[in-house]
């Protein structure tokens, strides 16, 4: 059974058709990379799975259950979690207290701050950990909001560009870090810009175009796509 | 021992500032200080500190649910006034024996928290929030105002109490203990001063407990970054909403214990002057630590009497520029922002900043 499916999933803002009958299908233990030009709707995708949007029409389920009308936070306590682009992090609170408001309701009381501390040793922040969040570089915010989304152990791990303005040094760690946690049993959803980093971890690659689905495959497969090189080139449907 | 330390531990945290022996080796100084002060004044200054008590209440509530929760409500003087009109219906209705006012009490601070859930209710679960939230609860506190002000007439009573428009209700009984030698009434004197004054600890430490909980946790997280909390799985509204209805509840004490204390409310508590004011004492003093509000609305609300008995006209625009001071110089309040500077003061001293 698929973990995460929609099913013929369309949204319309006014008279623009942002997503347009997409049929998604992940399959449990997956990493699943969703490519495409600027504007081909990647991003109303995620925030339809995430339920930041609601679709106009159409249908999501995840592990078999129709979750089109839940809310966020009932999606989260599901099994899915998330890791935005611009880093979502408490910036005031301190790395320690970031992670504690994270975790306190996922482990006993008992055991809450040994497994923060072993999380802070996981992302190399334990040096950081009195830290107000704020005050982190950039590339250490990105695996700090990493390391709470992780730290819900959700079944679903959904990112939104992981790997913007990282190095490729940084980037590349992030991808050891996907394939680590993959290799646990977690799914990933990610929206990726950097064929580096899809090359790197997809099993598979949605490629989408004006809001449907275009090419589907492979990472291989799609770099081989004739039709997929031309649309990053502007020039499908010319 | 071990059970002392504990609830030791669950009064320290990260949300508050303090902790450690030093600290409330201070506290209890300055506790046993204010327990052994009526003995040292008269009873009509220690009934005038007991005024300054009174408001606390309200400010606390205000610094959890803006300083702590993020949400700026500028109507906390609406549950200030139902909780006080409740306290004069229900009283001047019943009387003061068997212990009733202590009923009132309770009853006032119910009705007063049923309010705030329902408004609450629209405003969180709406999704209502920044200066929104602020105009909501602005315009209700002054839509109470002027609904009360235009119940003059004798046909506004709520069984034997006259609602008595622009001139307020008056003559309630004040607090009163049921005790075998005869009922202790509480008027503004030593007796109420020390009822107050435990009713005071009980709610900083009670509070400190709360903020440091896995609750604050998520109440400061909401403040941070409310997409974020949500997408940990918290439903943002509940938490919002809980804050906003102790909150309430805290106004409606203040509420309840002023028209006790002075045996009278007027429409006026609930003006824009009235709603302004905490925010005042909340902001300068430091709105994310309740210390800071404790100690911040204490001393406002003291320099705001003097000011007003040595020039009554001038007090509220003092106020309005101590606020702008405190927005420019040290926007995360006077109190706070002179706590951290101590706190580098003693790391430096001991080498370790």
Redesign the interface.
Known sequence: MALLETRALNKRFGGLHVTNNVDLSLEAGEVHCLIGPNGAGKSTLFRLV?GEHSPSSGQILFAGEDITAL???QR??RGM??K?QVP???????VR?NL???M??HYPAASLHEEIDRLLEFLKLSGESRQLAGNLSHGQKQWL?IG?AIS?KPKLLLLDEPTAGMSPEETHLTGEMVQRLNADGMTVLAVEHDMAFVRQVADKVTVLHLGQVFAQGSIDQIVADERVAAIYLGQAHG | MNALSRFFARLEGPQTIGRGPVFWIGFLIVLAGACSYPMFSDGYTVGNTVYFFTWVFMALGLSLIWGYGGSLSFGQTAFFGIAGYSYGVLTLNFGAAYGFTLAAVVIALVIAALAALLLGYFLFFGRISGVFLGIVTLSVTLVLERFMAQTAGPEWAIGKARLNGFNGMSNMPPLTIPWPGGDIILFPDVQLYYVVLGLLVLVYLGLRILVNSSFGNVLVAIRENPERAEMLGYDIRKYQLGAFVIGAVLAGLSGVLYTSWGQYITPSSMGMTAAALPIVWVAVGGRSDLTATLIGTLVVLSGFQALTIHGAQYALVVMGFLLVLTVLLAPRGIILAAADLLGRLGKSKRGDA
Request: proline content about 0%; glycine content about 4%.
């Open positions: 995430l809310k966020s936070f989260i306590r979690s998330v935005f979502g992090i408490f910036k005031a609170l301190s207290q504690e408001t994270a306190q309701h909001e709470m819900l």
